[in-house]
T-cell receptor
Framework: SAVISQKPSRDICQRGTSLTIQCQVDSQVTMMFWYRQQPGQSLTLIATANQGSEATYESGFVIDKFPISRPNLTFSTLTVSNMSPEDSSIYLC????????????FGEGSWLTVV | QQQVKQSPQSLIVQKGGISIINCAYENTAFDYFPWYQQFPGKGPALLIAIRPDVSEKKEGRFTISFNKSAKQFSLHIMDSQPGDSATYFCAARGSARQLTFGSGTQLTVLP
C-alpha cells in the first residue's frame, strides 16, 4: 500500500494567483498521477508524472497552466497557475506502487476555491 | 481518454438490500477495472478491483461481475448498510497505468 499526503488540504485563492500543491508518498514510486475533480463531478486525469521524465499531459491540460515537478520518487508538486473560478476543484495525487502498479491509491485531495 | 459509462447516477436502497452499479467501456486495451468509494470531503478509496480474465471477484459484501464480451462490469453490494452511503466510481486502467473514471453513482442506503 501507499500513504499519500497532500498539502494544502484546502485553500481559498484569489483570481489570477498561482498555488502549488505538494504530494508526499511514504514509499518510492515510479508512477504518479495528478487528477482533477470538479464540484460534483468525476475525476479527470491532468497528467502523468514519472520520475526521470517530463510530465505527460492529457488533452485539455497544458504545462503552462499546470506545471508539474517530480524531483524524486516520493514527491511531486502541481501548480495551478493564473487561477480563475473555473479552476475551483479538488486536485488529487495518485500513485501506482509496486512492479505491476495494479493498485492505484489516491491522496485526500487539495480542495481549492478560487474567488 | 476513452469513455467509461456508469449508471445509475443515483441509487436509493433500503438497509439490507442489494445495490447494483453498472459500467460499460469501449477501449479493449483497458487491463484493470477498479471501483472506488468516496465519502464527502475525502479522496477516493480503492474498494475492489478485477482483471479482465476473471468473471467475478468477491470481497466480503462487495462483488464485481465482469463480462468481457459485452465490455461491461458491475458492482454488487450485498446487505447494504447506511455506512455504505457514498459516491462510487468505476474506473478502467490504460496501458500507461492511467485511470479513466465513470461519472459516479451516489448511493444512499436508508436505515
Amino acid at each position: 500500500s501507499a500513504v499519500i499526503s497532500q498539502k494544502p488540504s484546502r485553500d481559498i485563492c484569489q483570481r489570477g494567483t498561482s498555488l502549488t500543491i505538494q504530494c508526499q508518498v511514504d514509499s518510492q514510486v515510479t508512477m504518479m498521477f495528478w487528477y482533477r475533480q470538479q464540484p460534483g463531478q468525476s475525476l479527470t486525469l491532468i497528467a502523468t508524472a514519472n520520475q526521470g521524465s517530463e510530465a505527460t499531459y492529457e488533452s485539455g491540460f497544458v504545462i503552462d497552466k499546470f506545471p508539474i515537478s517530480r524531483p524524486n520518487l516520493t514527491f511531486s508538486t502541481l501548480t495551478v497557475s493564473n487561477m480563475s473560478p473555473e479552476d475551483s476543484s479538488i486536485y488529487l495525487c495518485s500513485v501506482a506502487p509496486g512492479l505491476t502498479g495494479n493498485t492505484i491509491y489516491f491522496g485526500e485531495g487539495s480542495w481549492l476555491t478560487v474567488v | 481518454q476513452q469513455q467509461v459509462k456508469q449508471s445509475p447516477q443515483s441509487l436509493i436502497v433500503q438497509k439490507g438490500g442489494i445495490s447494483i452499479i453498472n459500467c460499460a467501456y469501449e477501449n479493449t486495451a483497458f487491463d484493470y477495472f477498479p471501483w472506488y468509494q468516496q465519502f464527502p470531503g475525502k479522496g477516493p478509496a480503492l474498494l475492489i478491483a478485477i482483471r479482465p480474465d476473471v468473471s467475478e471477484k468477491k470481497e466480503g459484501r462487495f462483488t464485481i461481475s465482469f463480462n468481457k464480451s459485452a465490455k461491461q462490469f458491475s458492482l454488487h453490494i450485498m446487505d447494504s448498510q447506511p455506512g455504505d452511503s457514498a459516491t462510487y466510481f468505476c474506473a478502467a486502467r490504460g496501458s500507461a497505468r492511467q485511470l479513466t473514471f465513470g461519472s459516479g453513482t451516489q448511493l444512499t442506503v436508508l436505515p
